[in-house]
């Protein structure tokens, strides 16, 4: 999939285009039924399948005291992206300037100017446009007018309910990140480097990877997880703890993964690591030795909760 920062650099127009439109945060099954119907409508028409999305997120610029925490940074959604077979993503800069398009504005001076459409496949709740005045019923009269179809996609639901972001950030941030795995498809995940911490796990007999994810992205909540991460090339179990360390006084949010039956040096490295299943929340313990007790049991739950994952069980993805 080839990335292209901003529609306005590109001349003459792109040829033979179905587009897809949205922020497309934290890629779950709704984007991804609109995404492949792109890509399925693109192929029946001999067509480019292109994705615009926007960075950064609409509301951080609009208002940002309003602004959720993203569920993805761009480099994760973009490799999701490519995952569902789309040629073209387009990474528009989102500004105060570009949000002042009315709708009629946002179709035929940015998007016709910069794209020969064919096609264009959207959300059944799309908006889009000065004051988000633009939606499904506006894009079919311009495509009537103008020469393009328009295909509208869902509500999609899971379990009864419609699939969303908003939803998905609610499930995150309770935790559940069994239900987050099926509003994604797979388990809900962070990519943080791993940096140099105070060296206590090792003193418990646990050493840690302690990870720096990238701001701005949502966490689960403080608290023990069964995680999975890559590394070097095969699928390693692990327990993770979210939490300021309250055993030992902590002041400070960490992140610190023990990963189980694997020995080797991860400094400086970026990990993915996927959230299975939360364990339980954080506890102040008596001492190291309590600490260290209530570690071992995670570890014993945590192996538990593991090998019922396929691509654990099988050494790899």
Not at 16 to 31: C, E, K, P, S, Y
Not at 140 to 159: K, M, S
Request: glycine content about 10%; charged content about 25%; proline content about 6%.
């Amino acid at each position: 999939m080839r990335v292209l920062r901003h529609l306005r650099r590109v001349a003459p127009p792109i040829p033979r285009v179905v587009l897809t439109l949205g922020n497309f945060d934290g890629v779950h099954v709704g984007h991804q039924a609109i995404l492949r119907r792109a890509v399925e409508e693109a192929a029946a028409r001999g067509a480019r399948a292109v994705a615009l999305t926007f960075e950064p997120h609409p509301i951080a610029v609009l208002a940002p005291d309003r602004a959720p925490p993203i569920l993805q940074p761009l480099h994760d959604r973009l490799a999701m992206l490519r995952e569902l077979g789309l040629d073209l993503c387009v990474v528009q800069r989102f500004t105060r300037t570009f949000a002042a398009l009315t709708p009629e504005q946002f179709v035929e001076e940015f998007l016709l100017r910069h794209l020969e459409l064919v096609h264009v496949v959207v959300g059944y709740n799309v908006r889009f446009g000065r004051n988000r005045g633009g939606s499904v019923q506006t894009l079919e009269v311009l495509g009537a007018r103008l020469g393009f179809g328009v295909d509208v996609v869902g509500p999609v639901e899971v379990d009864g309910s419609q699939v969303s972001s908003s939803r998905l950030r609610e499930v995150v941030a309770a935790g559940d990140m069994r239900q987050a795995r099926r509003l994604i498809g797979r388990p809900y995940s962070r990519r943080g480097r791993v940096v140099v911490g105070e060296r206590r796990g090792r003193t418990l007999g646990f050493p840690t990877a302690n990870l720096h994810p990238r701001r701005r992205v949502l966490l689960p909540p403080d608290g023990v997880y069964a995680v999975s991460a890559a590394i070097d090339g095969r699928r390693v179990a692990g327990v993770l703890n979210i939490g300021i360390r309250p055993t030992f006084g902590g002041a400070r949010r960490t992140v610190e993964a023990h990963f189980l039956d694997f020995a080797g040096d991860l400094y400086r490295r970026w990990l993915v690591v996927e959230f299975i299943e939360r364990l339980r929340g954080e506890s102040a313990f008596a001492g190291p030795e309590a600490l260290k007790a209530a570690i071992a049991a995670d570890v014993v739950r945590a192996r538990r909760v593991l090998a019922a994952e396929p691509t654990l069980a099988a050494g790899g993805r």
